[in-house]
């Protein structure tokens, strides 16, 4: 057996008031990954733009953090953890003071991008703050606490959809700013002082810029590829060559590079690597569904927002639930057993939304959420434990960085391919329906069986058929990407059986002694 020593961790002075500090901190910047969604078309009527301008203010802050997020490793080591953060929370408040005061839309860009920039930074160090600041038996509380920050991205519809209804659009950012001081006064009060471990080390600019080049053009790719006809559009073509060049110059570099922008030794570390791929497929399954089921419920079904919201709870409930059970079975129930029903969990809810109709009723649309949030909820901590059970500290800057950022980056790709399979398979769909409606169709004929609404024969006819042909169309359209949620959900499973144990020390016995045992590798 290989034996992977691993440096001990007594944990901090107040663990659970840096715990407070850097989760609000946490989830204010996950809520405002999604928040903005549902106020769009308020902010569209009041910059007087276009639907393809509007959505820069969710393009720019999603690849403004994508591009930074690989930074918050090297800044931590080169500047120290606390300052890093505290700066970073500062820039995010300060940010969205101006997101909510701006009159036009090119400084709304700006400003999410400056909001992006420095958000960037808070969800993965405060992951390995928290790390740090428990005691190594204490870790699986120390991420259930932490994945709280993460559970923002369900509230934020939800809240985005409450404070646009009976406020206005400019309070998605202003509610930002209260929590955010407290967070700040929080992270400067509690966290404890850092000395920076590298100080002379100079950024890797070439490593850096390649990165940040080929994960920008990507997430543009992503982001506007639907709407432009994907490679039908130059631009789309452009950003795909540039990504490929970029990400290939990258990955030759740091292989070849003495000291990279990022260590590729962390990746063969199995469990890494392996949580990794577990952490993409978390992206790819739980993000879709948020960004689909509002616009299902709304529009499709009818529900007021409000209604919506409330409909949409039961999942963040589920999650806060998931990870709170997370924590008292950690070192219990193996591993392997909770990352497999966490992707039972979503593969099931996801197969049985596929089944829905357009009569759907509220029961079925709360306990399915439910069971998506309890799914992701309990896949969250036991990938982070298999992700750091063997990364020792003085890389859990990098790895964290590294963590969220596939994280942030698969959450992207999976909206764009699940929105590039309902795009598609409603158009397929509404041509097949269409073909039925001429005057060789009985049922469509102006006789006493038929109902005069579904009758050819009127201009209001014909419109009421239009509508249901649309409303058909968009549901086999929704059906096609749940069910493909679903498969991906249970094609994920095998994967558990790769990942080589994780040893837990229990609580009642981590003071019996002062070493901590050494991990061994299966």
Not at 143 to 148: D, P
Not at 168 to 195: E, Q, T
């Amino acid at each position: 057996m290989q034996k992977i020593e691993k440096p001990s961790n007594k944990g901090a002075e107040h663990p659970y008031l840096i715990s407070a500090s850097v989760v609000l901190a946490s989830l204010l910047y996950s809520i405002d990954w999604t928040i903005a969604v549902v106020a769009l078309p308020h902010m569209q009527g009041a910059f007087s733009s276009t639907q393809d301008q509007i959505s820069w203010v969710i393009t720019s802050y999603i690849v403004a953090s994508a591009i930074m997020i690989p930074m918050g490793g090297w800044l931590s080591n080169r500047f120290g953890r606390k300052k890093v953060y505290v700066l970073a929370v500062a820039g995010f408040t300060l940010s969205s003071i101006v997101c909510g005061s701006v009159s036009t839309l090119t400084f709304e860009v700006i400003a999410r991008i400056a909001q992006g920039m420095c958000g960037a930074f808070l969800v993965p160090l405060s992951l390995a703050i928290m790390l740090d600041a428990f005691p190594e038996e204490e870790h699986p509380k120390a991420m259930a606490i932490w994945g709280i920050g993460w559970a923002g991205s369900f509230i934020g519809p939800i809240l985005g959809g409450v404070l646009t209804e009976y406020l206005s659009w400019r309070y998605i950012f202003f509610i930002n700013i209260p929590f955010g001081i407290v967070a700040l006064i929080g992270c400067l009060l509690f966290l404890p002082k850092d000395v920076p471990e590298k100080v002379k080390e100079r950024l890797d600019w070439f490593g850096f810029l390649t990165l940040a080049i080929g994960i920008a053009s990507l997430q543009m790719m992503l982001d506007r590829g639907q709407r432009l006809d994907w490679f039908e559009s130059g631009e789309i073509i452009f950003e795909g060559c540039l990504a490929l060049i970029a990400l290939y110059m990258f990955n030759v570099h740091v292989m070849t590079k003495k000291k990279p922008f990022l260590d590729p030794k962390i990746f063969l570390e199995r469990n890494f690597f392996l949580a990794l791929i577990l952490v993409a497929f978390y992206g790819l399954l739980t993000v879709p569904p948020m960004v689909l089921l509002p616009a299902f419920l709304e529009g499709l079904i009818g529900y007021e927002i409000i209604d919506v919201g409330f409909l949409q709870s039961s999942r963040g409930i589920g999650v806060l639930l998931a990870m709170f059970i997370s924590n008292r079975i950690a070192g219990i129930i193996n591993v392997r057993i909770q990352i497999a029903f966490g992707l039972c969990c979503l593969g099931i809810s996801s197969l049985t939304i596929s089944f829905w109709t357009s009569d759907v009723g509220a029961w079925p649309i709360l306990w399915t959420g439910f069971v998506s949030g309890v799914g992701s909820g309990i896949l969250m901590v036991p990938s982070q434990l298999v992700a750091f059970s063997r990364v020792v500290a003085s890389k859990r800057n990098e790895g964290a960085a590294v963590f969220n950022l596939v994280r942030t980056m698969f959450s992207s790709i999976g909206i764009s391919l699940i929105l590039a399979v309902f795009i598609h398979t409603g158009a397929t769909g509404r041509s097949e329906l269409v073909e039925h409606v001429t005057v060789f169709n009985d049922a469509l004929t102006n006789t006493p069986s038929v109902s005069e609404d579904y009758s050819i024969q009127t201009e209001r006819s014909l419109a009421i058929l239009e509508d249901e042909i649309t409303r058909q169309s968009e549901l086999q359209g929704y059906i096609a990407s749940f069910f493909l949620l679903a498969i991906a959900s249970f094609m994920a499973i095998p994967i558990v059986f790769l990942i080589r144990r994780v040893d837990i020390k229990p609580r009642n016995r981590a003071e019996k002694s002062s070493r901590a045992p050494p991990i061994t590798a299966e």
